[in-house]
DNA sequence: TACTATTTAATTTTT
DNA sequence: TTAAATAGTA
């Protein structure tokens, strides 16, 4: 057996940790040590040279971004494709094997998964119908306690009230919600990882079958688990099964969402005999970013410690650049960029991170002037449009009609007349006998409600069963486009004025050739609609559809994670912003915020920019700030101020912010504004003054943008442009 | 029902 | 400051 592909170009530490044998093994993987190469090769390992069948391995990731890169990866090394290898998220893999044993899981065969936004309609929806308060009780503290919970493992019996009256109410509350989950079939995200471990755990057969299968579990950014999903890791593995886990402690940074790096600890009580390989070698950053790195992470206590190291050169020195305020932070971000872009460097290799989204405003203006091209990360996912809910909502309807939620939703879009008054009907009659809005507004159609309303409901209880009717048999994207037509949905968005309403049909036949290239699995026994509704809710897609050009990428620290690139902004380090105020007072949410820094940091390959500001607008306020204490924590040799502190105690105004300052305080007439004049607007684009009033630092104008459509501007803030 | 005025609150995000 | 949610009005 010739094991030099797996082997080769590998250093010792990956290579003992790939060839290890078959015992319990974590592996500490330092950020850009190569940790998704040894997961790629150890399957490889096992599958080539140890012999094993795919169908033996588990390898569990996070996002299905990096399973599917995954399977790639190791497919390129194999040179054979691994359809029966088991890779995905956790929430992916649970989901598959409540699909396959649904009836040992006590669901629906058809039950729907919901994301959290539907999660957060039914929590309201759920306050109404008890006719709690909720300012008192606020939705999204209910929606964060239950999922807290679940992942936890907790369900409402577990929970006691610990004599609190407040807490009494909430565990009644997540009662009431598992009940309305129950009879809408209706499964969160949480609910998915929640109810595989008690399947395996409730099914002594199943569970055997399973560990039977599974010998090889391997598990991507370890330090990222959640109870349940360690839990469920345990459970799987057994006294036989070998877990190989790869994480970083230095990189947790979502505890906040259930996250605990004590796993990375327990994993080695929990599984005595653990062999423990560290990876420290860095083949991404200089050394000088690695040594930042390593002396700010210093200052965490309880890190299992570890010190990347490089073979590669000392580097440039990190530039620290202290702003006058956020605009002067941009102006100079985006002159550093421009000189990197005249180097003839790519965009796409250059990248900005916040700590907030809230300070992407300033530097997107920065670069919109510039005409740098840029993509910020995040925002709203494909299946996460409103417009496509709504589709998927009737398609939903259609597979169950015992869908709640769903049915809440698009009963009266497009308007069809069944007002607020009419739902409320079916709301009570639901309530009163405990069951399905469907139900209900059958039940109501025919006895409570007037002629008009009960004429709608009946129309529309009829439009879903014609629906159903008529797409039944058809392929999955027929069903697609003959819904979103039949609906009334496309007329609907086309009667919107302006780009907006375009934008909307164009997604909803987006939705149809999402539907026509998305391939379902034979293996599954579920429909093809099904399969797709569960897709839709499991993975939202891609923010922003224009990755392919080259531009400078924008995006949260948070959001930086597993990515690199040669030239990084670090912007907005002050203590109040990075570290957060709110994590400032509480020890173990700074060290948290250390270890975003760390992330931050060290996705850099060659250049960093740290800037602060020592102004910032922030909710409106001017607030003056010290740079942040992370850079503090930077040994001097590696730094270099790029001006000094001093010199910029006085406002350095640019030619270009004279301007603006001059141009948004002065009196309307002075800028020429007159009805029918043409403006430019920074991110409206050109428009046509359409109306105007008031005076001074309130005056408004009413302007009429082609892309954008009609605005009322305040002009002080919106420092239109006359154009001729 | 749609548009407008007012209030409120403001990390980080994947599934 | 501003975006989003809510309340109020035509």
Redesign the pocket.
Same mark, same amino acid.
């Given at each position: 057996m010739d094991v030099t592909p797996i082997l080769e170009n590998l250093n010792d530490a990956q290579r003992q940790a790939v060839t290890a044998p078959a015992e319990p093994t974590l592996v500490i993987a330092g950020a850009g040590s190569g940790k998704t190469r040894v997961l790629v090769h150890r399957a490889a390992w096992l599958i080539d040279v140890e012999g094993l069948s795919p169908q033996s391995l588990l390898a569990v990731t996070?996002?299905?971004?990096a399973a599917a890169e995954m399977r790639g990866r190791i497919e390129t090394l194999l040179k054979l494709p691994v359809q029966n290898l088991w890779i995905g998220?956790?929430? &992916?893999l649970a989901h598959r094997m409540l699909r396959r044993h649904w009836r040992e899981a006590g669901l629906p065969q058809n039950f729907q998964i919901i994301?959290?936004d539907d999660q957060l309609r039914l929590i309201?929806r759920l306050l109404k119908n008890l006719e709690i308060d909720?300012?008192r009780w606020v939705p999204r503290e209910i929606q964060w306690f239950i999922n807290a919970q679940k992942d936890e493992g907790l369900r409402p019996q577990h929970l006691d009230d610990e004599g609190n009256a407040d807490r009494r109410q909430m565990i009644s509350l997540y009662e009431s919600y598992e009940e309305i989950c129950e009879r809408g079939g209706l499964v969160d995200?949480?609910e998915l990882l929640l109810r595989a471990h008690e399947l395996l755990r409730d099914n002594a057969e199943l569970l055997a079958h399973y560990r039977r299968r599974f010998h090889h579990l391997l598990v991507d950014e370890f330090q990222d688990t959640n109870a349940i999903q360690y839990a469920w890791l345990r459970l799987l593995a057994g006294d036989q099964g070998v877990p190989f886990v790869v994480g970083d402690d230095d990189q947790s #940074?979502?505890r906040?969402?259930g996250a605990r790096v004590e796993h990375i600890h327990r994993f080695q009580t929990d599984f005595p005999g653990t062999r423990v390989v560290k990876l420290e070698q860095n083949y991404r950053s200089t050394a000088t970013i690695l040594n930042a790195a390593n002396a700010i992470i210093a200052n965490n206590s309880s890190r299992l410690g570890k010190n990347l190291w490089t073979e590669g050169a000392e580097g440039e020195a990190i530039r620290i650049y202290s702003a006058y305020n956020e605009r002067d932070e941009a102006d100079f971000v985006i002159g550093r960029l421009r000189d990197w872009i005249d180097q003839g460097n790519a965009r796409a290799d250059s990248a900005i991170l916040y700590?907030?989204?809230?300070q992407s405003?300033v530097l997107e203006e920065g670069l919109i002037n510039a005409r740098i091209p840029y993509r910020v990360? &995040?925002g709203l996912?494909f299946f996460e449009r409103s417009e496509i809910k709504d589709a998927l909502a009737y398609l939903r309807l259609i597979s169950n009609r015992d869908d709640d939620s769903s049915f809440e939703r698009i009963v009266?879009k497009p308007?069809?007349? #069944?007002?607020?008054r009419t739902v409320e009907l079916m709301r009570s009659y639901a309530r009163a006998n405990a069951c399905p809005l469907w139900r209900a507004a059958g039940a109501t159609a025919s006895n409570d409600l007037n002629g008009r309303a009960a004429n709608a409901v009946s129309a529309f209880m009829s439009l879903i069963e014609r629906m159903a009717r008529e797409t039944s048999g058809l392929e999955l994207h027929d069903q697609v486009d003959h819904v979103i037509y039949a609906s009334g949905l496309v007329d609907f968005f086309k009667k919107d004025k302006g780009e907006k309403g375009e934008t909307r049909v164009e997604n909803l036949l987006e939705l149809v050739s999402a539907a026509k290239s998305f391939q379902p699995d034979p293996a599954e026994e579920m429909s093809p609609l099904d399969e797709f509704l569960s897709h839709a809710a499991?993975?939202?897609g891609e923010g922003q559809a224009e990755a392919w050009e080259d531009c400078v990428q924008l995006?949260?620290m948070?959001?930086a994670k597993g990515l690199e690139f040669p030239l990084v902004f670090m912007c907005g380090m002050e203590d109040g912003l990075f570290p957060?105020q709110?994590?400032i007072a509480d020890p173990s949410?700074l060290e948290?915020?250390r270890r975003?820094c760390y992330v931050g940091i060290t996705r850099a390959k060659q250049t960093l920019f740290i800037t602060h500001a020592e102004q910032r607008?922030l909710?409106?306020m001017d607030n003056f700030s010290q740079p942040s204490r992370f850079i503090g924590e930077i040994p001097d040799e590696h730094v270099e101020e790029i001006r000094p502190r001093v010199q910029v105690s006085r406002p350095m105004r640019s030619a270009e912010s004279q301007t603006r300052s001059r141009r948004s305080t002065a009196p309307a007439s002075e800028l020429g504004i007159r009805l029918g004049q043409r403006v430019r607007h920074k991110k409206f684009g050109d428009g046509v003054i359409l109306n105007c009033e008031g005076q001074g630092a309130h005056a408004r104008v009413e302007v009429n943008f082609e892309a954008a459509g009609t605005k009322w501007l305040?002009l002080?803030?919106a420092n239109l442009e006359a154009v001729s």
């Open positions: 996070f996002t299905n971004k998220t956790f929430h &992916g994301d959290s309201k909720d300012s995200f949480a #940074i979502y906040w969402r700590r907030s989204n809230a405003r990360y &995040g996912r009266n308007t069809r007349g #069944i007002g607020a499991l993975e939202a995006m949260t948070h959001s957060h709110r994590s949410g948290e915020e975003l607008r909710h409106g305040v002080t803030y």
